[in-house]
């Protein structure tokens, strides 16, 4: 059972950068799908970006142009990377996966906190 964590949260100033993590225990190779949600309080989970394989990748579109997914296979890590941040994308931050293996379930991660301040 692979579990998830999340880090590279913290502060950071408007139209600043931040690089997001999301470490597995194992292997990722099984897990065709990737995907970071983001979480206002009070307002439910929404997807941010999400990686098919290492190359079809889908975002909203509030962060079109700003977010990049990526994953490190070798290194059993997703990563987001945050440009031009703006408030708004100040929410906390989970990152789960699907594996292609039968009988797997979906693993989340317990999220890391993103703040956008002066």
């Known amino acids: 059972q692979v579990q998830l964590v999340e880090s590279g949260g913290g502060l950071v100033q408007p139209g600043g950068s931040l690089r997001l993590s999301c470490a597995a225990s194992?292997?990722?190779?099984?897990?065709?799908?990737l995907a970071w949600y983001r979480q206002t309080p009070g307002a439910e989970r929404e997807l941010v970006a999400s990686?098919?394989?290492?190359?079809?990748?889908h975002y909203i579109d509030s962060v079109k142009g700003r977010f990049t997914i990526s994953r490190d296979n070798s290194k059993n890590t997703l990563f987001l990377q945050m440009n031009d941040v703006i408030p708004e994308d100040a929410p906390h931050y989970y990152c789960?996966?699907?594996?292609?293996?039968?009988?797997?379930?979906?693993?989340w991660g317990p999220g890391t906190q993103v703040t956008v301040s002066s």
């Open positions: 789960t996966g699907r594996s292609s293996i039968p009988q797997s379930t979906q693993p």
């Open positions: 194992g292997c990722i190779c099984s897990y065709t799908w």
């Open positions: 990686i098919v394989g290492e190359y079809y990748r």
